[in-house]
């Protein structure tokens, strides 16, 4: 029998050759998908943190356009609310300006800064006493009464501040505003404007009802025609369009009567008295050709001394305009007429020798009442624009008080103002001219006096 070839047996803990390849390249491939799985996982964190950088940033510009569109849409409705009227200025200092707004922050207003700095080279061959302005009630009658014929000053250099708030009542203004005029050259601080209004209503300080200050001529002079309707005092106003066209407006202003000394009396015997506001009421129509207003105003004036006190009433009309004749060419006019006016007239408001005589506004006739003195007044002024640059205007201005019986003999009894010019505008923001004036004046006694002026400005808006 032949016994079984015997068979080798190989302990299980001596495994094969091929198992352990095996088992080696298992482990190795295990090791590799372990290591690549954690390379994987890097690399999916960091694109994952890069995503998400991404996002943070396209979120924040989302965020960034959306608050500028906001802002953009709430500046397009204020803009829309809020229409910023333009600053009623003499048509001589409103040349061009850049834009000068400010928004505050966390605020609907808008400020606006602004004014001028302005030079007048003045040479006059008379003894106008007020060196500064052409004042023709300034001319004295006497001899060397001024000391020099030259003068250099910035006087009607001037500063604003403007402020403008949207209001469920309408557009909200204020406006701050000085000059550093001085009747004999010297820079002082002026306060011209001090001045609020919300929708119609305004009060504060500023040009009185009674004038019109789009009438003024386009002119280097700073003081203006002798004839002009010219002040500035406290009020409180209602103005409203009434149409496309046309527009009212009242106002209740601060009064000061102006007694005139009769003769033989010292202004220390007399006090003038103010019992009642002034009243002004104006109408303006504005079409193509221009503009018409019309203006009345209504006083009552007073006067008492240690025994004596008597009152009357003061009365004003006013017809003023800007007339187009051609697109290069217009005229500027004013037409005063009333009684008990004269302190709201630029040449009786402040004669040179209006501490000896009084002023013009009331006095006393012969059967010693109370009177208001008569006042008229008026001015024509052509104006021309060559160019762009270059422009002239021409006029000429009348005053004549009709005094009374007791007025002292260097009472204001009449003047006259004439001035021509030429004006360079370099810039919108520049403008330079040269312009001759003449006046004369006559006192109530009939004493006379004139003075020619030359005068050379600059002026730099900013």
Known sequence: MTKPTPQLSVPKRFPSVNYLSLTIAAICALSSVSAYSQETDKERIKNLEQRLLELEQQVQKSQNSTQAAVKETKAAANKKTLVIPKSKQR??????????????????????????????????????????GFQTSSIA?????????????????????????????GAMTTRFEFDLFDDQGNAGINLTHIWGEIGDFGAGQTFTGFMDINAFPNILDFWGPNS?????????????????????????????????????????????????????ASYTYSADFGYIKSAVILRKLGYETATTKDTTMGWGLNISGNVSLTPDDSVQF?????????????????????????????????????????VTAGYVYYNKQWNKKWSSAIGYSYLSVDNLVTQKEKALKNSTYTSTNLIWY????????????????????????DNYRLQLSVGFKY
Not at 243 to 254: A, N, P, V
């Open 91 to 132: 048509p001589s200092h409103d040349f061009e300006a850049p834009d000068k707004s400010i928004e505050l922050s966390n605020s609907d207003t808008t400020l606006q800064l602004g004014g001028q700095i302005w030079l007048d080279a003045i040479y006059n061959n008379g003894e106008m006493t007020n060196r500064a």
């Open 141 to 169: 009658y006497e001899n060397d009464v001024t000391k020099d014929n030259t003068l250099f000053h910035v006087g009607p250099s001037n500063l604003f501040v403007k402020s403008f708030t949207p209001t469920q009542y």
């Open 228 to 280: 002009m309707v010219f002040s500035r005092q406290p009020q409180v106003r209602y103005s409203t369009a009434i149409s496309k066209k046309s527009r009212i407006m009242f106002t209740i202003e601060k009064s000061s009567s102006d007694f005139a000394v009769p003769k033989n009396a010292s202004r220390a015997g007399y006090d003038d008295v103010t019992e009642l506001p002034d009243f002004t």
């Open 334 to 374: 004013q037409l005063a007429h009333g009684e008990g006016i004269g302190r709201y007239i630029n040449d009786t408001c402040c004669s040179y020798y209006a501490d000896d005589t009084g002023g013009v506004d009331g006095g006393l006739d012969a059967n010693g009442d109370l009177t208001a003195i008569p």
């Open 426 to 449: 370099p810039t919108t923001q520049v403008k330079a001219g040269v312009e001759v004036l003449y006046g004369d004046v006559q006192s109530n006694s009939g004493l006379e006096a």
